[in-house]
């Protein structure tokens, strides 16, 4: 894999990209940068061309004032696929890179040969309700205020990214990955691009259920849980999607590419949705 500076829907988007065969866009999460594929992409480069980009306003990519809504994301990812001269893609994302993904399955269906979503939620999309029963996680209020969590948090960066890479695996993060992790999320202004991503949580809800009020999602989706959003994406996706196969992960974290990469594989791999004993 190797890193590219690519300018797409207005921004220089950070794209790792290795591989030969049909077009693979993976779409990380927080607090991750395209990294976090990196247990994964040795056995996905033989079969696909893979796109890794960091998100806007995360790792490389430009750190942008505003745009960090699902809608404008899967718009970068468009662009980044026109720049890259790819007319389709499977397309991947996990946590924060989900919604973008699952909005480009709606909005552009011919630009997306398959849907892989992971260990997120579709802002307010019925199915939800167990997994919410106790209110959103507490993090989701603590990044939601403007300029709060960054005055916080500027200084203690390691701590606090360290804490969602504990939580968030089953084996822990090797130490160089997680140092590039942390790196990549201190000082201020990392940190307000992270969290923006979570103050435009509403606005993204907001084009999602416009999106599902006019129209299903037409393009094959395999959704993934884990621990701890299990199969809460699989109910929110069953009832607006036409084919979709469900798959929850045993002994398996948040961060799937690197606590089961081994059960992630076949699962990314274009056309194979043979069942490996998950459910």
């Known amino acids: 894999m190797r890193e590219h500076r690519i300018t797409a829907n207005g921004i220089d988007l950070n794209v790792a990209i290795g591989g030969e065969g049909p077009a693979l866009l993976l779409l990380h999460g927080f607090p991750h940068t395209w990294r976090v ?3 994964v992409l040795p056995h996905l ?3 696909h061309r893979v796109i890794a980009p ?6 490389g990519t430009t750190r942008a004032d505003g745009g960090y ?14 720049a890259l001269g790819e007319p389709a893609a499977t397309v991947a994302g996990i946590d924060a890179g989900a919604p973008p993904a699952f909005l480009l399955g709606m909005r552009r269906p011919e630009r997306v040969h398959r849907l892989v979503l992971m260990e997120s939620l579709l802002g307010r999309l019925p199915g939800a309700e167990d997994f919410l029963a106790g209110g959103p996680p507490w993090w989701f209020g603590f990044h939601a205020v403007p300029d709060l969590a960054e005055t916080v948090l500027t200084g203690h960066e390691a701590e606090y990214i360290g ?28 940190l307000r691009c992270a969290f923006a991503h979570y103050r435009a ?3 993204s809800a907001r084009q999602i ?10 393009v094959p989706t395999v959704a993934i849980g884990a621990h701890p959003v299990g199969e809460t994406l699989a109910r929110q996706l069953r009832p607006v999607t036409d084919v979709l196969e469900s798959h929850v992960l045993d002994d398996c974290g948040h961060i799937i590419p690197l606590d089961r990469p081994d059960a ?3 699962l990314l791999k274009s056309g194979d949705f043979a069942r490996t004993g998950h459910r």
Request: no cysteine.
């Open 37 to 39: 594929w990196s247990a």
């Open 45 to 47: 480069t033989p079969h």
């Open 54 to 59: 960091d998100l806007r306003g995360l790792g």
């Open 69 to 82: 809504d699902a809608g404008t994301l899967a718009a970068d990812a468009e662009a980044l696929l026109d």
């Open 163 to 190: 804490w969602f890479l504990d939580a968030g695996t089953r084996g822990g993060v090797p130490r160089e990955l997680r140092d590039h992790f942390v790196a990549a999320y201190t000082g201020r202004d990392a």
């Open 201 to 203: 949580m509403p606005e």
């Open 209 to 218: 259920a416009e999106a599902v009020a006019t129209g299903r999602l037409t």
């Open 264 to 266: 992630l594989v076949p």
